[in-house]
């Protein structure tokens, strides 16, 4: 036997299981402590239980609205020492999120002092921060004195802690609620709380009414900070009747002249939960960046209130194309999910918008029932300590004599006008003033007027419907106190169907249009240089580099870059590095390996076709849209082998010419090539040992082949002898041909 106060033998403490096991007990007890006692609200009153231990706590320090405020350390120490058994810093933040009007829509905590902004500030601490409750945090625990709910022991069983609180408003939709467990997670947005009143009284008046019907007075989500929801009804309407979605959000903005033609926009709302600064850095990045091209500058002038100042780079932009462009890139637009993951009879359940206002409904039928059982029990205590009063006024000169004569008047009393001990012992306490007849009055109106209650209460108790009848009654008296007339009350967030506009057609026809020359040297560094017709000589390249591609276009076009394991890059002519200094290397905007090559730079242009051929001797046409990606890493167009992309030619003509490194040519018709999106292609030239395809052109056969040699060009009237099939040998080139081996000299 081990003595007390002694640790068991060593032996007695070895636990035989295996880790797998031992694993899965432990991991699956702390996941199920995450879900139901940290993460996820309840479907009655929508608090997590560090929420409802902060109200409670509060409560008990009587920090009502009307009183004074209180050291948030001193409801910090108190609710960690008697109800919270987690960390002070878990218990604070969440206190006050609750006083955050821009993060809670109904604020449960009245704060005093720094409790941080929307642009991300933090906090002060908590030794310097002062709170009471608010009238909203009232509302939810009305009926606690009155048994409304059950109360448990707290984590040191000294004391005792709620349950659930009554909610007088269905505070789960009204402020929403979002949270993180072992495996699944919870995110319900702020709604408007006298609309979800309204949904749920008329959800009483008919008990089958469809989630439809509900969002005749739900409308949506209804954010603090305001905004504008551009979600289409379809989908808001499966979101809520799923329980699962998204809602997208926007900036609210106004058009603000600034005279002589120009203006600029005013952002006086951002989505929820959207950091102001994080969202000003994140534009002033893109401005950096040159990609937002139809904002010149953004401002913060916010005070109070939100006032961001947007910038367009021209007075012809349109507004509404500037904030499209916008929305795109930044968090002026945000999407908010629906994941209505609730606690619901102690289990995690997802519900639809009906089933959380239906869970609701039941729990304050419950309160109400149970605080008419509380109030009857209250009276019928009452009016018997009553009915002993009246019998004693009855016989007030035989009371009076008892009391005097009698050693012990309690018992001759009881068995005198047989009465109960309770009475008995009212009747000795009374004081000799409250012997007046008007006394008597009075205590023969509250016995009456108690009498009249209990009747009520009875029928109360034992008719479903009057309880319906005063559920709905107490919303009502709710919802006065959220009128929607009041600041608190309004809704802030309203609906707008986003506007249709061509963006990229819009993005392309502001964009200015000026002539540049693209420069890739060999090296790889490229750059955009202004103007066409430029002395190529003149330009200037890192030592030990040289000219490698040049293309003459305007701004506004996009280029095409082939690599040599044939992959296609697209980049914007205006995007590229300016023509000051050595540009940058194109492995800076583009995915491209130490050992792979760009063989071709061109000009995009969707209309036209092209023939692609690998060093192996296949190749295919491809239509150039076909090339068209925005991928960094690019897109896979020929499949080169084990060899690598050669020749990207535009076709311009019928005929197709390949010469390879063993100088022998072959000339067949181009419609003998397939066309086709991306592949290996078909075989153009056979070849034996190590001889590959060296180069291809194409030309019609009405104008003849004709070859670059050096600074001139050389027409080869014979051509037709070198015509065959394709995927023949071909024959040796002809005289005259360029002795670098290729159509190009």
């Given amino acids: 036997m081990v003595k007390r106060g002694s640790s068991p033998p060593p032996e007695e403490r070895i636990i035989n299981e295996t880790m797998s096991e031992a694993l899965s007990k432990r991991y699956l007890a702390y996941a199920l402590s995450t879900i139901t006692a940290r993460a996820l609200p309840d479907v009655r009153d929508g608090l997590k239980p560090v929420q409802r231990r902060i109200l409670y706590g509060m409560r008990v320090l009587r920090l009502d609205p009307e009183g004074g405020y209180r050291k948030c350390a001193k409801i910090v120490g108190d609710v960690m020492g008697n109800y919270h058994p987690h960390g002070d810093s878990s218990i604070y933040d969440t206190l006050v999120r609750l006083a955050q009007d821009f993060n809670v829509r109904y604020p449960l905590v009245d704060g005093q002092g720094n409790f941080g902004n929307i642009d991300g500030d933090s906090p ?140 600029q926009i005013v952002v006086t709302e951002i989505p929820y939960q959207v950091q102001k600064s994080k969202l000003l850095e994140k534009l002033s990045e893109l401005l950096e960046a040159k990609k937002v091209p139809l904002l010149e500058d953004v401002r913060d002038e916010s005070a109070e209130d939100v006032r961001l100042i947007l910038v367009p780079r021209a007075k012809t932009v349109e507004p509404d194309v500037l904030m499209e462009s916008l929305f795109k890139v930044c968090d002026l637009e945000t999407r908010f999910s629906l994941n209505m ?35 009857l029990d209250k009276i019928e205590k009452r009016l018997h300590i009553l009915e002993g009063y009246l019998k004693a006024y009855l016989n007030i000169d035989e009371v009076i004599r008892i009391i005097r004569t009698e050693d012990e008047p309690k018992p001759v009393l009881m068995k005198r006008f047989k009465i109960s001990d309770i009475q008995a012992e009212a009747i000795l306490n009374l ?86 020359t693209v420069v890739l040297s060999q090296q790889g560094w490229i750059r955009g240089m202004k103007g066409h017709g430029l002395d190529f000589d003149s330009i200037k390249y890192k030592e030990g580099d040289g000219p490698g591609f040049m293309e003459e276009v305007m701004s506004t076009d996009r280029l095409v870059f082939m690599a040599s394991d044939g992959r296609a890059f697209i980049l914007a002519a205006d995007r590229l590095p300016g023509g000051r200094g050595n540009g940058e290397p194109i492995r800076l905007s583009i995915e491209l390996e130490d050992n792979v090559a760009i063989v071709a730079m061109f000009k995009f242009d969707p209309e036209r076709k092209r023939v692609m051929a690998s060093s192996t001797g296949y190749g295919f046409v491809v239509p150039e849209a076909e090339l068209e990606s925005n991928r960094k890493a690019g897109k896979q167009i020929v499949n080169v082998g084990e060899g690598e992309l050669i020749a990207s030619i535009p076709v311009e003509g019928d005929m197709l010419a390949v010469v390879g490194t063993n100088r022998k040519m072959l000339i067949f018709p181009l419609k003998d090539l397939p066309e086709m999106p991306r592949g290996k292609g078909n075989k153009l030239q056979a070849y034996s040992g190590k001889y590959m395809l060296a180069d291809i052109i194409t030309f019609d056969k009405r104008d003849g082949l004709i070859v670059r040699t050096g600074d001139r060009f050389r027409a080869f009237e014979e051509w037709k002898s070198w015509r065959g099939q394709r995927a023949q040998a071909g024959k040796v080139v002809p005289k005259g041909f360029p002795r670098g081996g290729t159509f190009s000299g």
């Fill in 124 to 263: 002060a601490a908590y030794r310097y921060t002062e709170a009471r409750m608010t009238r909203a945090a009232e509302l939810m625990m009305e009926g606690l004195d009155e048994n409304a709910v059950d109360f448990r022991p707290n984590y040191a069983e000294n004391d005792e802690e709620p349950v659930v609180l009554p909610a007088g408003y269905p505070n789960l939709l009204a402020n929403g609620a979002t949270g993180i467990a072992v495996g699944m997670a919870t995110s319900i947005p702020p709604h408007n709380v006298a609309e979800v009143i309204d949904a749920a009284r008329f959800l009483i008046e008919k008990p089958k009414a469809t989630t439809a019907e509900l969002m005749e007075y739900v409308k949506g989500p209804d954010f603090p900070t305001g905004g504008v929801i551009v979600e289409d009804y379809a989908s808001m309407l499966d979101a809520y009747e799923t329980g699962r979605g998204a809602f997208r959000m926007r900036a609210r903005w106004n058009v603000e002249d600034t005279g002589r033609g120009t203006y």
């Fill in 341 to 375: 993951n609730v606690l619901h009879k102690g289990a995690p359940q997802v519900m639809g918008l009906r089933g959380v206002l239906q869970a609701y409904l039941d729990h304050r039928r419950e309160v109400v029932v149970r605080r008419a059982e509380f109030r």
């Fill in 431 to 516: 004081r000799l003033r409250a012997l007046r007849k008007l006394e008597e009055v009075e205590i023969r109106g509250e016995h009456k007027r108690l009498q009249e209650e209990r009747e009520e209460l009875v029928q109360l108790i034992g008719s479903v419907r009057r309880q319906w009848s005063k559920v709905s009654k107490e919303l009502k008296a709710a919802r006065d106190e959220f009128d929607p007339s009041t600041d608190l009350g309004r809704r802030r967030a309203t609906f707008e169907d986003a506007p249709e506009v061509d963006l990229e057609a819009a993005l392309e026809a502001s964009r200015p249009k000026e002539p540049v």
